[in-house]
């Protein structure tokens, strides 16, 4: 077993760059052994389950490569858009601001009046508080000009321009 340095040697010896790279390399295998364990874990349950070892099937993720010094572009994400791909039934489902545009009218709406609309427009929410997510939704709309705030809870569409 190796002796290991003093910490005045070790002080003496590497500069705090580098001590600093020795830091990261040991969390980096550190990491590796905990991912190896889980990993082995994983193996032993889908055995036990009789189903084919997580280590046979060959992993899609590819490791990146560092570029020492250099800096790369992050790319914007694209916007969403209004119609999203739904569940497996095949069936195309609007976004909650997609359905709102298509409810709200010139005239001021309240929020039971724009909630039941839409329900009668086909949308639904698998959120615990709707509401919440329709407050939201209509803010993003207030900010982007597509909806005004008439008063408390009560909003209505901007004129076409």
Do not use: F, W
Not at 84 to 89: E, G, I, L, N, P
């Amino acid at each position: 077993m190796p002796v290991k340095p003093s910490e005045q040697t070790i002080l003496k010896t590497y500069t705090l760059d580098e001590l600093i790279d020795l830091a990261k390399q040991r969390a980096q295998m550190e990491v590796r052994e905990q991912l190896n364990d889980a990993r082995s874990h994983l193996d032993a349950l889908s055995l036990a389950m009789g189903e084919k070892p997580q280590s046979a099937v060959k992993s899609t993720v590819k490791p990146t490569k560092k570029t020492k010094g250099a800096r790369t572009k992050v790319k914007k994400a694209k916007a969403t858009p209004a119609v999203k791909a739904s569940d497996q039934s095949g069936e195309m489902k609007m976004s909650l601001g997609a359905h709102l545009t298509a409810v709200l009218r010139a005239k001021p709406m309240d929020i039971k009046t724009i909630t039941a609309a839409l329900a009668e427009h086909g949308y639904t929410s698998n959120s615990n508080d709707p509401r919440r997510i329709l407050y939201l939704e209509l803010k993003k709309l207030i900010d982007k000009g597509t909806v005004v705030k008439v008063s408390r809870g009560v909003y209505k569409k901007t004129k076409k321009r």
